[in-house]
């Protein structure tokens, strides 16, 4: 499958040949034809899967197609109305979605805006008043700038809802319901969700009508190229594991999960303290500092994001080796959408999750949803029990019917291979006295390749 097979106009051809892509993903394969031809959309898609271009691309085209009466040579809309509304529920998603529309029709003319909380209204009033084709933006915000009469929905035809199990889970309901009440009932809809709880589906078919349903990649079916590894630890341990891990494991980029916003800042001041360079992000931070949080990350300057579930909702950041649940979360699903960050487009990655004694429920719900065994991390090759402490396994069978494995150590020949006593593999923040310490300045590291 090309994209030529799509029937997308050239200039989106071309903006998608720009953007390096070769050949469609299964969400855009799936989802970009049917939009096309105006159809309603129930999509079942997690990040990564490529579903911001499958909604984006037909989005652009038909608004291109659509355009307002022609105007006369040199003349400027007096205002352009409001044909597409994206909602989503972060303002890191948001503006992530406006800058995939930004990419994609780069080479058409038309206008898009980004609106989100947590920053001055009065420049986003500005642009509204102004007038575009595309508000990408998150519900409270937007809501804000509806009572202000700055935005006026009047004329949407077509709506997104992107990201829709993270909106209900965050108590965005009443919120879409008041945006929804105000948005004509002819138009097209697609509905994005990495899961599909009930809650979902009951709002799925109050708002489409007659969707056609794709799948691109089941939720319980995590990066097949992701190993799991669990680490015994009691609550109180995990601090100083954590730095364990981090000095005696090469990584790229570890992405942090913690339960609580307190417990993020917590832990970034612990491993600022080891010499880690580690920074966080969460709701209780302005947007500036999450996004210089961010950025840091992306570029390489912060080698550990501290994340929170839902600060950390569809953030799209390649290479992160990785992934660190330092609380595990009651809702396995969650474990799921933590994975995903790492072992992205082909490339191996390492999901370490810290087990406290009141975690084991959690640890098995994971296990059951994604039917793979997290092995003890003793199992690792070159293990080296954390400091201070003789790690055992958790006292659970290795392998259980039906279940797979860990399919072991990686081939790849640049970690974990050698035997606990002789290859231990070199700790890449180690001083000359064996400890952490922060990376010297210049040194050449691998970048991001895509900071979206
Ligand atoms: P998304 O799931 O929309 O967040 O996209 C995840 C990543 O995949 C983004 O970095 C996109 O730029 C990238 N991407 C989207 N579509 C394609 C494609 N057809 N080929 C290669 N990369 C893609």
């Not at 997308?8 to 096309?36: H, M, N, W």
């Not at 509204?128 to 202000?148: E, F, K, N, W, Y």
Request: glycine share 8%; aromatic share 4%.
């Amino acid at each position: 499958m090309r994209f030529e097979d799509l029937r997308l106009s050239k200039p989106l051809l071309d903006a998608v040949r720009t953007a390096g892509y070769e050949t469609p993903t299964q969400v855009q394969a799936q989802v970009i034809p049917l939009a096309l031809e105006g159809k309603d959309v129930l999509g079942c898609a997690q990040t990564g899967t490529g579903k911001t271009a499958a909604f984006a691309l037909p989005i652009i085209q038909r608004l291109s197609e659509d355009q307002p009466p022609q105007l006369k040579e040199g003349e400027r809309p007096r205002f352009r109305s409001l044909r597409c509304l994206v909602l989503a529920p972060t303002r890191e998603l948001a503006k992530q979605i406006a800058d995939s529309f930004a990419t994609y029709g780069r080479y058409t003319k038309l206008k898009r805006a980004v609106v989100y909380g947590g920053v001055n209204k009065r420049p986003q009033t500005r642009t509204l008043r102004q007038g575009v084709d595309i508000l990408v933006a998150t519900p409270g915000r937007l809501l804000d700038h509806m009572s202000d009469s700055s935005v006026s929905l009047k004329t949407v035809d077509i709506l997104v809802l992107d990201e829709a199990d993270n909106m209900l889970d965050m108590g965005f309901l009443p919120d879409i319901k008041r945006i929804l009440s105000k948005i004509p009932k002819q138009r097209q809809t697609m509905l994005l969700s990495a899961t599909m709880p009930p809650a979902i589906r009951a709002l799925a078919s109050e708002i489409l009508d007659n969707p056609v349903s794709v799948e691109a990649a089941r939720v319980s079916s995590p990066a097949e190229n992701v190993e799991h590894w669990s680490y015994r630890v009691e609550k109180d341990g995990k601090a100083n594991l954590l730095c364990s891990v981090l000095e005696a494991t090469p990584f790229t980029r570890a992405l942090v999960f913690t339960r609580t916003k307190h417990g993020a800042d917590k832990v970034v001041r612990h491993l600022s303290r080891a010499g880690v360079s580690a920074d966080a992000i969460h709701g209780n931070k302005t947007q500036n500092a999450r996004s210089r949080a961010l950025a840091g990350f992306r570029t390489g300057k912060t080698d550990v994001l501290v994340a929170t579930d839902i600060a950390a909702r569809g953030l799209d950041i390649d290479n992160i080796s990785h992934v660190i649940n330092y609380d595990l979360t009651a809702e396995p699903e969650t474990y799921v959408h933590r994975i995903g960050r790492t072992g992205r487009a082909g490339a191996s990655g390492t999901a370490l999750s810290f087990v406290s004694g009141e975690d084991r429920g959690k640890l098995r719900a994971i296990e059951r949803l994604i039917q793979i065994t997290l092995q003890p991390a003793v199992d690792i090759p070159g293990y080296v029990a954390p400091k201070g402490r003789e790690d055992r396994p958790i006292g659970r069978p290795r392998s259980e019917s039906g279940r797979r494995s860990n399919t072991g150590p990686r081939s790849d020949g640049n970690t974990r291979s050698g035997s606990s006593t002789g290859n231990r593999p070199k700790p890449r923040f180690a001083n000359k006295n064996g400890g952490p310490r922060r990376r010297p300045r210049g040194d050449k590291r691998e970048t991001t390749t895509a900071a979206k």
